[in-house]
T-cell receptor, first 109, second 116 residues
Framework: RKEVEQDPGPFNVPEGATVAFNCTYS??????FFWYRQDCRKEPKLLMS???SGNEDGRFTAQLNRASQYISLLIRDSKLSDSATYLC??????????FGSGTRLQVQP | GAVVSQHPSWVICKSGTSVKIECRSL??????MFWYRQFPKQSLMLMAT?????????EQGVEKDKFLINHASLTLSTLTVTSAHPEDSSFYIC????????????FGPGTRLTVL
């Protein structure tokens, strides 16, 4: 079983749509949670950290459910520029990040 | 601006040659850096943890004699792919944890290696 599992997609959505990505992790010792965005042939860039209380950054909302070991990302009012691969990432302090395989989003005009 | 740099950004080499990739933290000291590899349409896979002043810690299945890691200073880690073969062609990315910024890791821009 992978440590971090994501639906690979692709998710093809029209501009303005709301789209949600889910992720599950297997290691209950995981302490930090993130969503990264990776554009084709580029390095991952931090999109946002994820907290149990839920957090929002503009059109992006992230949620963490520790009991279910489940992380989500909601994107509202999708833009063409949101097209990318979204990586669910978990971390145990002091160790390297563990990446999901990513969910590919394609926003269409 | 960028906080972690990598050099070169891309390299094409012949089979059997060795390639060195540098990873630098630009305005902070990183006692630990990480090296990842990403094959097309796959996730980043951790290769090794680079520790300043000591030996690197390699993940299972990564040959330490093939992927030489040196972390000679607090701002520089190098990865040398020795006797590269076409199957080593990949996207190599380093990262470093910035002190005082929790667990956030900053990634270098990556090095695309193509071995002919």
């Amino acid at each position: 079983r992978k440590e971090v599992e994501q639906d690979p997609g692709p998710f093809n959505v029209p501009e303005g749509a709301t789209v949600a990505f889910n992720c599950t992790y297997s290691n209950s010792a995981s302490q930090s949670f993130f969503w990264y965005r990776q554009d084709c042939r580029k390095e991952p860039k931090l999109l946002m950290s994820v907290y149990s209380s839920g957090n929002e950054d503009g059109r992006f909302t992230a949620q963490l459910n520790r009991a279910s070991q489940y992380i989500s990302l909601l994107i509202r009012d999708s833009k063409l520029s949101d097209s990318a691969t979204y990586l669910c990432v978990v971390n145990i302090r002091g160790r390297a990040l563990t990446f999901g395989s990513g969910t590919r989003l394609q926003v269409q005009p | 601006g960028a906080v972690v740099s990598q050099h070169p950004s891309w390299v094409i080499c012949k089979s059997g040659t060795s390639v060195k990739i540098e990873c630098r933290s630009l305005d902070f000291q990183a006692t630990t850096m990480f090296w990842y590899r990403q094959f097309p349409k796959q996730s980043l896979m951790l290769m090794a943890t680079s520790n300043e002043g000591s030996k690197a810690t390699y993940e299972q299945g990564v040959e330490k004699d093939k992927f030489l890691i040196n972390h000679a200073s607090l701002t520089l880690s190098t990865l040398t792919v020795t006797s590269a073969h076409p199957e080593d062609s990949s996207f190599y990315i380093c990262s470093a944890t910035r002190p005082g910024v929790g667990d956030t890791q900053y990634f270098g821009p990556g090095t695309r290696l193509t071995v002919l």
